[in-house]
């Protein structure tokens, strides 16, 4: 049995609210206990409930590979559960990714080489997980509403699976979306700066307050 966070439905547009039985289909076609069958199941799952593959992050090609490594039953299963994954994969295998814009493009790069600079070795489905960590960052909410999974712990828990390293580095306990944009632009020599999709969220003035006016009030 697997354990793998639920999409909350409060967080999904009211067409999308079928992601976590989408989930759990995927999941019947699992290796049992695979520490990431939970995560990913839920990805694909938020994305096709979405209708828009791309939003996982992930490439076709990568797609078709991760299909095969953790689902490899689910493309062609006779389950009227899956038949999102089945509409929908042909017509993303022919539009592909959604291109960015030149700033979403030079964090997403930031973003990749600081994760790839503290990648686990230990984790063969890491680069999947990278790619769809640098496509969530560029939207505008919590990384782990932003994910489809239930809390800030199940990315927390991600992190340190794929780059203890890094997630051990959070000491001041920062959310995670702003401690990633920080540690990319650290590591490149940058400002730090908020990650694309961090003005659009509810908790923007929380993580990044106005400076007071000199001689303002304190």
């Known amino acids: 049995m697997h354990d793998f966070p639920n999409a ?28 990431d069958a939970g995560f990913f199941a839920t990805v694909l799952a938020t994305s096709l409930a979405h209708g828009d593959l791309g939003r996982s992050g992930l490439s076709p090609e990568e797609m078709d590979a991760l299909l095969e490594r953790l689902f490899p039953g689910a ?4 389950d009227a559960a899956l038949a999102p994954l089945r509409g929908q994969r042909a ?8 291109p960015l814009d030149r700033s979403q493009a030079e964090f997403t790069r930031l973003l990749r080489a600081l994760l790839d600079a503290w990648t686990s070795p230990a984790m063969d489905t890491t680069p999947w997980v990278t790619g769809v960590l640098a496509r969530a960052c560029l939207r505008p909410d919590h990384l782990w509403r932003d994910l489809g999974l239930s809390g800030r712990e199940d990315v927390t828990a991600l992190l340190a699976r794929h780059y203890p390293g ?29 990650a694309p999709g961090c003005p659009g969220c509810e908790d923007y003035g929380y993580c990044y307050p106005r400076p007071r006016p000199e001689g303002g009030p304190q």
């Open 8 to 35: 909350r439905s409060d967080t999904l547009p009211a067409d999308a609210a079928a992601a976590p039985q989408l989930a759990h289909a995927l999941l019947r076609h699992a290796p049992p206990g695979h520490p």
């Open 75 to 78: 493309p062609a299963a006779h």
């Open 91 to 98: 017509a993303y295998a022919a539009a592909g990714l959604a």
């Open 166 to 194: 890094l997630a051990a580095r959070n000491v001041r306990n920062l959310r995670w979306k702003q401690f990633l944009a920080y540690s990319a632009r650290e590591l490149a020599g940058q400002p730090l700066a908020p």
